[in-house]
């Protein structure tokens, strides 16, 4: 079955330093990736997604985000954190396998409170 | 840009209501989705919807129904609200498959309490 772990319910970070908030995953084969980020009370922004190709993919707002298909993990990254990336942030997976209606679907983890201080 | 709308951001109704949730989209998007979120459960998928008229039940769809009957539309039914229905509702859309793109754009959200 798909899913996707993110082990960590809040991660701590000054600004200025760097920010890692860390996503594995469960599919077979090769999967498809994304970052969501979420502000209060708001919905859920594309932050950025792997599907194919380099290892390492950007996103928006100086995020990254590193494939590692041996870890089964990816972990988003920002080398600068901004008390504005405060936020919560989720890593969702979609099994490339999946047929007929459920081709669509997404399995998303349960959350990272990201909290960036002064 | 994709735009996706929920017909209200707070709404407060009593137990055995019938509620409804109203989401539209405007990018002409085959795929919509109605999750649930809550503190510490993460986003859960109540229904989709691959077409106009069809639906597909997600990982915990008791309590709800769906109704799409334009494509661009996708309602959530909550027939007899309860106090465990109080929650985030979000509301997605996404492109078919095999476009390429796979990403799911959300609504605002609308927190439902249920008195």
């Known amino acids: 079955a798909q899913s996707v772990a993110q082990p960590e319910d809040q991660v701590n970070v000054a600004e200025g330093n760097p920010l890692t908030v860390k996503c594995t995953y469960s599919v077979s084969g090769n999967p498809y990736l994304f970052w969501y980020v979420q502000y209060p009370n708001r919905g859920l922004q594309f932050l950025l997604k792997y599907i194919t190709g380099d290892n390492l993919v950007k996103g928006s707002y100086g995020f990254e985000a590193e494939f590692n298909k041996s870890q089964t993990s990816f972990h988003l990254k920002k080398p600068s954190a901004l008390v504005s990336d405060s936020a919560l942030y989720f890593c969702?997976?979609?099994?490339?396998?999946?047929?007929?209606?459920?081709?669509?679907?997404?399995?998303f983890g349960r959350g990272t409170q990201l909290t960036v201080w002064p | 840009d994709v735009k996706v709308t929920q017909s209200s951001r707070y709404l407060v109704k009593r137990t055995g209501e019938k509620v409804f949730l109203e989401c539209v989209q405007d990018?002409?998007?085959?795929?919509m989705f109605w999750y649930r979120q809550d503190p510490g459960l993460g986003l859960r998928l109540i229904y989709f919807?691959?077409?106009?008229?069809?639906?597909e039940k997600g990982d915990i769809p008791e309590g709800y129904s769906v109704s799409r009957e334009k494509k661009e539309r996708f309602s959530l039914i909550l027939e007899s609200a309860s106090t465990n229905q109080t929650s985030m509702y979000l509301c997605a859309s996404s492109e078919p498959s095999g476009t390429g793109s796979y990403e799911q754009y959300f609504g605002p959200g609308t927190r439902l309490t249920v008195t």
């Open positions: 990018m002409d998007h085959e795929n």
């Open positions: 969702a997976v979609r099994d490339p396998r999946g047929r007929g209606s459920t081709l669509g679907r997404l399995y």
């Open positions: 919807s691959y077409d106009v008229k069809m639906k």
